[in-house]
């Protein structure tokens, strides 16, 4: 066993139930199973119209209550789902068309002060509605686009009741003030793509924070711009503006969420699919969910994600858009990685040890240990350069990697199995190991050598 400093356990969510939805907090340390499961939509990928079954949903958002509301793009409707049944499923919407009680490919979906707010795309309008569809009234009107403009896709209402709505390809932000349907620009003015700290290109997902402060998913950009209230122009908080392999890019965002550690969780659409988290100042991203590198249909995998949402325990969805589902990936219990045993005051230790493994198997510098709470045993062999893995009931060493190391020091292994280890010489670097992978992803790089990590 091994004894650290205690940190956070789990997932910390705050849920401030007032006229707004919840305000998030979750843990750095926290993460979630890879295995996800389908809780709407077919978990092959089949596209329908039944209401076990999506079609290209885009958003959806999660109140308190666990109910699930999908903005099911293809069906012309919003699909309601209660979590904690299985067959207590209902649509609102069915046929296309321009009628009040109608909706035409709708998107964007939020819930705010009791009511439902839907992004009637095709109709160019924001509806609101009580949350069962009934008494629908048209609270923003979106102008109609000029050539090779238009196509609302995300909504986001603020606790003011500010609604604001991202234009893709007329690449920006329109805001609508309560009691007036008319709305105006204030992001991407000039409605022209491009990639300066003025300008979108294809504009996603939008979050506003409590002071005003708007985080946009600059898709083709692969970049999130942060917009504070009143500026003419942006910072990027996270991607280069570069797609790319290496942990400080982005690969085509779509949503993102900040939680009050100002912790970006975003969405990758592009051939990586997958849930990244970032802190805000950060230069590099750590993949949450979906880490397997490639879109797919299995169940550690997704194809275009275009959204995520949080339940009140910290357990995290995201809308599979090519799948025609809604993915969960389950909070982890227990997010610490390593063994922090519960030691009582009056513990004695025996004073003879037992060899566990000598320098036959570990070599004459052994530079690290890493013991997890499975009580399976990591060591960094300086001398052979590699990792070995111990597990509770093996007696036998399993070594992760040949030759593909140099002078590895000081392993730490995540709750998933992804094994970080100082691999550098003069200069430190940082990689990741995954599970069975051949060779490792570089995180970060550093001056000197690291010897605690």
């Known amino acids: 066993m091994i004894l650290k400093c205690k940190i956070l356990l789990n997932a910390i969510i705050l849920l401030i139930i007032t006229n707004v939805s919840f305000e998030l907090k979750l843990s750095p340390q926290a993460a979630w199973n890879q295995i996800g499961t389908t809780v709407a939509g077919d978990k ?23 109910i699930l509301y999908i903005g099911d793009t293809r069906n012309h409707r919003i699909l309601v789902v209660h979590l904690n049944s299985s067959t207590n499923n209902s649509a609102i919407g069915s046929e296309p068309g321009p009628n009040f009680n109608q909706l035409n490919g709708p998107r964007g979906v939020f819930v705010f002060n009791a009511s439902l707010y839907v992004l009637d795309t095709s109709n160019y309008r924001v509806q609101k509605m009580t949350l069962d569809g009934s008494s629908v009234t048209t609270v923003a009107h979106i102008p109609r686009p000029g050539e090779g403009q238009g196509d609302p896709l995300y909504l986001y209402v603020t606790n003011e009741g500010n ?31 491009g990639s300066n700290n003025t300008q979108f290109d294809e504009p996603y997902g939008i979050f506003v924070n409590d002071v005003g402060t708007m985080y946009i998913a600059d898709r083709k950009n692969h970049r999130i711009m942060k917009w504070s209230t009143g500026d003419l122009h942006g910072v990027c908080v996270a991607g280069d503006g570069k797609i790319g392999d290496t942990p400080k890019q982005l690969n085509e965002p779509t949503q993102v969420i900040v939680d009050t550690n100002e912790y970006m969780y975003i969405t990758e659409a592009s051939y990586r699919a997958r849930v990244v988290r970032w802190l805000v100042g950060s230069t590099w991203g750590v993949c949450i969910v979906a880490c397997t590198r490639s879109s797919g249909i299995e169940a550690t995998q997704l194809s275009h994600p275009h959204s995520l949402a949080f339940d009140r325990h910290g357990s995290l969805y995201v809308t599979d858009w090519a799948n025609h589902r809604v993915q969960k990936f389950q909070i982890l219990d227990y997010s610490l990685s390593f063994n922090e045993p519960v030691i009582p005051p009056n513990s004695t230790w025996s004073v003879c040890g037992i060899t566990f493994a000598n320098q036959t198997s570990i070599g004459l510098r052994p530079r690290g240990i890493f013991i997890d709470h499975r009580d399976t045993v990591y060591v960094a062999d300086h001398t052979h350069r590699r990792v070995l893995v111990w597990s509770e009931k093996d007696n036998n060493h399993h070594q992760i990697s040949v030759g593909n190391l140099f002078n590895p020091t000081t392993p730490f292994v995540t709750v998933n199995g992804d094994i970080y280890v100082e691999n550098g010489d003069q200069a430190g670097r940082i990689e990741k190991w995954r599970p069975g992978a051949t060779s490792g992803e570089l995180v970060v790089t550093f001056p000197g050598n690291c010897f605690g990590l």
């Open 163 to 193: 609604i604001y709505v991202s234009e893709r390809w007329g690449h920006c932000i329109w805001l609508f003030f309560p009691n007036s349907t008319t709305g105006h620009i204030i992001a991407g003015q000039t409605r022209q793509k």
């Open 44 to 66: 092959k990928g089949s596209a329908g119209s039944a209401l076990s079954q999506l079609n290209e949903p885009v958003d959806i958002y999660i109140t308190n209550n666990d």
